[in-house]
């Protein structure tokens, strides 16, 4: 078992009611459609541990819904969000068009944060120049998913996904060093080169733009109740 000394979340590089008219005929036919849009727990940590990004204080979700153009996606026609009244899982419902085919995209993120701008899901963006280590509110998730619209259409299951990779520097010896050999830390600090600050919810893609070379995550002392994290082979 080890503890956690600083986590960083950063980008990969890698990485509603339908209102277009030009998709209506006079036999067209609105139905709901029920979203359960799932936050996945990302630790395997048991009941006595703290949980690193498990995502519980991600707490609003942001929608876009799209045309699809033979399999590609088309025009945005809608977009809103929703708050999380379930511990694990945001409850959404749309109206749209019967026998449409749909692209929908999802974003998670904490509420209020302003950590992120996302006013187009297709270009998320973000600014690391005051980023700090152990940031819970840089906590997010995406999804996107291609629903084809039917009369008996139950209730869609969406599992997000973490749009960064999370950087987790821990040591098992830490805390006894400190007193054995009297150390004292003052602070932590990761840099890392053009991390993506864009990112595409649509293809999973990020992209790095601006003029900046490198994201700073710092961290002041060592927590004083580290969470934990296991090691698996």
Do not use: H
């Not at 085919?101 to 006013?119: E, H, M, R």
């Not at 980023?131 to 299951?157: C, H, S, W, Y």
């Not at 950087?167 to 990761?190: C, E, F, P």
């Not at 961290?219 to 698996?232: D, S």
């Amino acid at each position: 078992m080890k503890k956690i000394l600083l986590a960083i979340a950063f980008m990969l590089p890698v990485l509603f009611s339908c209102s277009d008219d030009s998709l209506k005929t006079s036999e067209t036919k609105e139905v709901v459609v029920g979203f359960n849009v799932n936050v996945p727990a990302l630790t395997k940590a048991g009941a006595d541990e703290t949980e690193i990004g498990d995502g519980k204080n991600v707490d609003i979700l942001y929608y876009e819904v799209w045309s699809d153009v033979n399999g590609e996606i088309g025009n945005k026609l809608s977009s809103g969000s929703v708050k999380r009244t379930q511990v694990k899982e945001f409850d959404l419902e749309l109206k749209l068009l019967l026998d449409q085919t749909y692209n929908i995209l999802f974003w998670a993120q904490v509420d209020g944060k302003n950590v992120y701008d996302v006013s187009s899901l297709r270009k998320v963006t973000t600014d690391y120049s005051a980023a700090v280590g152990n940031d819970e509110d840089r906590a997010a998730f995406f999804a996107a998913e291609q629903v084809d619209i039917r009369e008996d259409l139950k209730p869609i299951t969406v599992e997000l996904m973490r749009p960064f990779a999370q950087l987790n520097v821990g040591t098992s010896s830490l805390q006894s060093d400190m007193q054995d050999k009297d150390l004292v830390i003052n602070g932590t600090k990761v840099t890392v080169t053009k991390p993506a600050n864009c990112f595409d919810v649509y293809t999973g893609a990020g992209s790095y733009e601006g003029t900046y070379e490198n994201g700073v995550f710092t961290a002041t002392g060592v927590p004083q109740n580290p969470g934990k994290f296991r090691i698996e082979n």
